[in-house]
């Protein structure tokens, strides 16, 4: 038998449900080979950025490299866009003699329209498809309210999302990596440095790419060491975006570097607030896959608020383009997207107080801010991506209340009390004290002395504005006076671990 095994984000070959069943269902006597589809015209219609695509292209180089080693060849299919997939996959699949097809689910909608398209080209020629779930521990649509609706809150999925674990333990089951298959007889293509659409130099080979070593052992070295200095402690510092807090796992995760599963298990390899606190931003990643897997409107550009589409965002270009430069004049904001140029990782601390600032005090469209994350971030997911925008933007399931507002100062003075995250990133603000750095236009040292921007907007109105807006559009009846003046909001909905 030869088994065709379809990588997409899983880029790794220790627990892969699709490569260990494929493995298996060869035995010892028959051959496994790998293929990759690139499609860049899709990876850009979908918001992929350089980070994330040059990301992929340096694992998917790591996973040729480890599948050498167990006698799998790793054959690359390029089309523009999805549409092409199917006959592409196909072809390759009658050229390699594949018996079968394996893959890994992915549940956006226009990746569902294209793995049932390639499902019914394949059956319809006589090659059977098999798909597994393995982006997630518990599959999106395994638990269900007592009505059979998908879960909308947070709080009884988890609780829904423990029981069906606990009662399906397999579920957990970490496979090894297979042992080499009998050799195929097939050449590895060469995994490409250049893609149409893209730059990737500054990815593939500038100072960027020598912060993130790519590969499944790098990613199982950073989960270790995670779990070795810092799990335990991981409550307490995960706010603080000076400290080395959390695990910095998630472009792994995005990837297939590392599966969910091995996640899970490190996590519960500890006892304590911190590793249950982990655990917890895992099941926040699965619970946004089993929401737009509910509610696939959220992959349409759509709010799952409904009624939020209604809101009157400002049309304020201006406000846009300072925020994506790092250019507001407020620090903590400014040094959020300033770390997410320089490295394409910003702290998930930062990346809640930046979008509510942008979708609350700016008042401009979550949508913007969601597409800039997704072009510019290595660990751009779609699920996470989308859920943790709408969470700040108040238009998500399980969002936060619209009166809850970041002050972005008091949050920097909270989280960055010396100023140390910010002088990291905004190197002309270094001299400041610790005092005046979180507001350096309340102390007048900014202006006319450093190159540092005044303020785009001014907090305490602009908070004032955003909750008389929302209101129109929420009616809840809560009105600014008795709205809570610093209300700090739930954990981040936006995944970093």
């Known amino acids: 038998m030869r088994a065709l095994v379809w990588f997409r984000a899983d880029l790794r070959t220790v627990d892969n449900r699709a490569l260990a069943q494929a493995a298996r269902d060869a035995g010892a006597s028959g051959s496994v080979v790998g ?53 592409a996959l196909l072809s390759l699949a009658k050229r390699v003699m594949a018996d079968a097809l ?39 649509d395994a638990v269900r309210t007592g009505q059979g609706s998908y879960y909308t809150v947070f709080s009884p999925y988890r609780r829904a999302w423990e ?83 959390t695990s910095v796992i998630s472009p792994y995760l995005a990837v297939g570097a590392v599966s969910p599963r091995q996640c899970l ?29 509910g509610y696939p409107r959220v992959c349409r550009n759509r709010a799952f608020r409904v009624e939020t589409d209604r809101m009157d965002w400002e049309d304020a270009s201006a406000n846009l383009d300072a925020w994506k430069q790092g250019r507001t004049g407020i620090p903590i904001v400014d040094a959020g997207i300033r770390q997410l ?26 949508r913007e801010g969601e597409r800039c994350f997704m072009n510019r971030l290595i660990d751009a997911d779609f699920a996470s991506n989308n859920g943790g925008w709408q969470w700040s933007a108040s238009t998500g399931t399980d969002a936060a209340p619209y009166f809850r507002i970041f002050n972005p100062a008091s949050q920097s003075r909270k989280f ?40 785009i907007v001014d907090l305490k109105s602009s908070r004032t504005r955003a909750i008389e807006r929302f209101k129109r559009v929420l009616g809840s009846g809560v009105t600014y006076e008795e709205a809570p003046p610093e209300v700090d909001a739930p954990r981040s909905r936006t995944r970093k671990r």
């Open 163 to 245: 029981k069906h674990l606990d009662e399906n333990r397999e579920l957990a089951e970490i496979d090894k990596e297979p042992r080499p298959c009998s050799d195929a007889g097939i050449a590895s293509d060469d995994v490409p440095t250049s893609l149409d659409g893209y730059d990737l130099a500054p990815e593939l080979d500038g100072p960027r790419a020598k912060l993130w070593k790519p590969g499944q052992d790098a990613a199982i070295a950073r989960l270790k060491s995670f779990r070795g200095d810092r799990l335990k402690d991981y409550k307490n510092d995960r706010d603080f975006p000076a400290i080395d807090g």
């Open 416 to 455: 960055d009390p010396d100023g140390a995250y910010i002088r990291r990133f905004i190197p002309e603000l270094k001299t400041l004290d610790n005092d005046s750095i979180h507001e350096p236009w309340e102390a007048g040292l900014a202006r006319g002395v450093i190159d540092y921007p005044d303020p």
């Open 265 to 293: 298990a490190a996590a519960r390899t500890q006892k304590g607030p911190g590793p249950t606190h982990w655990e917890s931003e895992l099941v926040w990643r699965e619970f946004y896959r089993h929401v737009l897997v």
């Open 341 to 366: 140029l320089e490295t394409g990782w910003m702290h998930n601390r930062v990346r809640m107080i930046v979008a509510m600032f942008l979708t609350k005090n700016l008042l401009i469209d979550w």
């Open 35 to 87: 293929v990759f589809t690139i499609c860049p015209e899709q990876w850009r219609a979908h918001d992929w950025g350089v980070p994330r695509a040059g990301w992929t292209l340096r694992n998917l180089a790591s996973l040729r490299d480890k599948l050498a080693s167990l006698n799998i060849p790793l054959k690359i299919v390029t089309t523009p866009r999805f549409e092409g997939v199917p006959d």
């Open 102 to 140: 394996y893959l890994n689910r992915e549940y956006e909608v226009n990746e569902l329209s294209r793995d049932e398209a390639v499902t019914d080209l394949f059956e319809g020629s006589g090659i059977h498809v098999h798909a597994f779930h393995d982006q997630v521990v518990v599959p999106p």
